[in-house]
């Protein structure tokens, strides 16, 4: 188990709330990222991280921000969700030299 | 930009025979990292093999392997002796040693293995 959690597992929200989804770690990982999975596409990356305050931007990463402020969290915020949002969301870590280990995915429903 | 390329989105297996998954990639870059990941329906990220560039052996996990040439920027998975539960999405994935790198993923191919 590589150490990795993502919160929450399924969500349904409404169009034009506000949805921040977690990724915490307990392996002192210094590469974060998030991406989602729609059918079609694979996994496109929304936002990443390498250290605490640092983070840049993915492919897909209008309408999406996210915050680093310790090693252990990386969250992902959706400022205004729309149906267009609606997707799976992993969330994974890794270091130099390694592979990447993923949490089990959130559910994200946008209605 | 680094960018990862599986052309086939699905292919299907005879079980016990052997299958090929293809996967290119373009960078720039001398120095990097080849995953091949699987995800079964259970939505879980499980990693099937990796590669170092600066490796020139292919490398081989079991019934797994890969064939990798860096010239061509290509990185196959070989599966022999197919098995019903390798029945998965299969990803290919890529990222480079320098500092602040992506992590670049494919758009996956769908290995259907008939019995």
């Known amino acids: 188990d590589a150490g990795i959690t993502q919160s929450p597992r399924h969500k349904v929200t409404e169009t034009g709330t506000p949805v921040t989804l977690r990724c915490h770690q307990t392996e002192n990982h210094r590469y974060m990222y998030w991406y989602r999975q729609d059918p079609g596409h694979g996994l496109r990356l929304i936002h990443y991280s390498y250290g605490v305050k640092d983070t840049d931007k993915g492919e897909v990463s209008d309408g999406y921000s996210v915050s680093r402020s310790k090693t252990e969290d990386f969250l992902l915020t959706l400022e205004s969700a729309t149906s267009s949002q609606t997707s799976v969301y992993f969330c994974?870590?890794?270091?130099?030299?390694?592979?990447?280990?993923f949490g089990q995915g959130t559910r994200l429903t946008v209605v | 930009a680094q960018t990862v390329t599986q052309s086939q989105p699905e292919m299907s297996v005879q079980e016990a025979e052997t299958v090929t998954l293809s996967c290119t990639y373009d960078t720039s870059e001398s120095d990097y990292y080849l995953f091949w990941y699987k995800q079964p329906p259970s939505r879980q990220m499980i990693l099937v093999i990796r590669?170092?560039?600066?490796?020139?052996q292919n490398a081989t996990e079991n019934r797994f392997s890969v064939n990798f040439q860096k010239a061509a920027k290509s990185f196959s998975l070989k599966i022999s002796d197919s098995q019903l539960g390798d029945a998965a999405m299969y990803f290919c994935?890529?990222?480079?040693?320098?500092?602040?790198?992506?992590?670049?993923f494919g758009k996956g191919i769908t290995l259907s293995v008939r019995p």
């Open positions: 994935a890529y990222y480079y040693t320098g500092a602040n790198s992506k992590l670049t």
């Open positions: 590669q170092e560039a600066y490796k020139q």
């Open positions: 994974a870590i890794r270091s130099q030299g390694t592979e990447a280990f």
